[in-house]
T-cell receptor, first 115, second 111 residues
């Protein structure tokens, strides 16, 4: 069955270190998204991609970057981790940009702690 | 900024009762979607209602949309313990294919 996976599931790092969170989907979806989830804020969009070599900034992109070299993967990099980036990170994908059918499929999440 | 705001923030009901949660949003939308999130898991898509639809059903779920009031409601009938989860609305705005999520309603079903 097609799926979307994230790794690692849990990560503890120190302030200033570079961290990369992996996201891999086997749906063959063109669209991929990264969100962070914090209490009281719901899900906030960090970066998204509509296809290979396409990347776009979301609502809270400062301090994060993504690259899309193939359809299946959209790794999220924290260039210099900060305590404010302690959060749960979710990757998602969708098949279509058609707003009538753009439901998203989510990965299980990565809990990141920055000490 | 959040587009959707769910109400109530938390809801506890007895198993077998109906659960209703509401979502309000600010700008014109293409569609509104509801997602469920079990503790420690990712979100799961439940239902999508288009801006030209007023009501939609899926199993025990009933969603309504009132574009004049910029609001939607999710009704879960005959609740079960397995319905315990957080529920989020998400809107897709005109000219923008991205989704904007609300802050969620935490639903607890008491056996």
């Amino acid at each position: 069955d097609a799926e979307i996976t994230q790794s690692p599931r849990h990560k503890i790092t120190e302030t200033g270190r570079q961290v990369t969170l992996a996201c891999h989907q086997t749906w063959n979806h063109n669209n991929m998204f990264w969100y962070r989830q914090d209490l009281g804020h719901g899900l906030r969009l960090i970066h998204y991609s509509y296809g290979v070599h396409d990347t776009n900034k979301g609502e809270v992109s400062d301090g994060y970057s993504v690259s899309r070299s193939n359809t299946e993967d959209l790794p999220l990099t924290l260039e210099s981790a900060a305590s404010s980036q302690t959060s749960v990170y979710f990757c998602a994908s969708s098949e279509s940009r058609d707003p009538d059918v753009n439901e998203q499929f989510f990965g299980p999440g990565t809990r990141l702690t920055v000490l | 900024s959040q587009q959707g705001e769910e109400d109530p923030q938390a809801l506890s009901i007895q198993e077998g009762e109906n659960a209703t949660m509401n979502c309000s949003y600010k700008t014109s939308i293409n569609n509104l979607q509801w997602y469920r999130q079990n503790s420690g898991r990712g979100l799961v898509h439940l239902i999508l209602i288009r801006s030209n639809e007023r009501e939609k059903h899926s199993g025990r779920l009933r969603v309504t949309l009132d574009t004049s009031k910029k609001s939607s409601s999710l009704l879960i009938t005959a609740s079960r313990a397995a319905d315990t989860a957080s529920y989020f609305c998400a809107t897709a705005n005109f000219g923008n294919e991205k989704l904007t999520f609300g802050t969620g309603t935490r639903l607890t079903i008491i056996p």
